[in-house]
C-alpha cells in the first residue's frame, strides 16, 4: 500500500497498519442489543418537548417568506414558458421550411 510517512504514522496511531505499513486486521465490533420500543405516550411527550424547543418564525416572517417564494415561482414559470416557446417556435421554423 503506498502512502507517504503522515499518513502511515497517522495510521499507525489509530491501529489500522503495523509497523511496516501492512494492514492489520479488525476485529469485529459486536452488533449493539436490540432495544425496546418505546411507548406511544412517551413518544408523543419527547416529540411535543421537541416542538417547543423549534425557534417557529413569527406572522411576519412567514407572510415574507411566503410572498418571496411565490414571486420566485411566478418568475421561473414565466421564463421557462418563455423559453419554450422561443425553442418550439424555432424547431418549428426549421422543420417548416423544408
Known amino acids: 500500500m503506498a502512502m507517504n510517512r503522515e499518513q502511515k504514522r497517522m495510521l499507525q496511531k489509530q491501529g489500522d497498519v503495523d509497523a511496516e505499513g501492512a ?18 405516550l412517551q ?10 424547543k423549534v425557534a417557529w418564525p413569527s406572522k411576519e416572517e ?3 417568506y411566503s410572498i418571496v417564494v ?19 417556435t424555432f424547431v418549428l421554423e426549421l422543420f417548416d421550411n423544408n
Open 23 to 40: 494492514p492489520l486486521p479488525r476485529q469485529r465490533q459486536q452488533a449493539a442489543p436490540a432495544r425496546e420500543r418505546t411507548p406511544p
Open 43 to 52: 413518544f408523543i411527550r419527547e416529540v411535543r418537548g421537541e416542538l417547543r
Open 62 to 64: 412567514t407572510v415574507n
Open 70 to 88: 411565490l414571486v420566485t415561482v411566478v418568475i421561473l414559470t414565466a421564463m421557462i414558458y418563455g423559453l419554450d416557446w422561443v425553442f418550439s
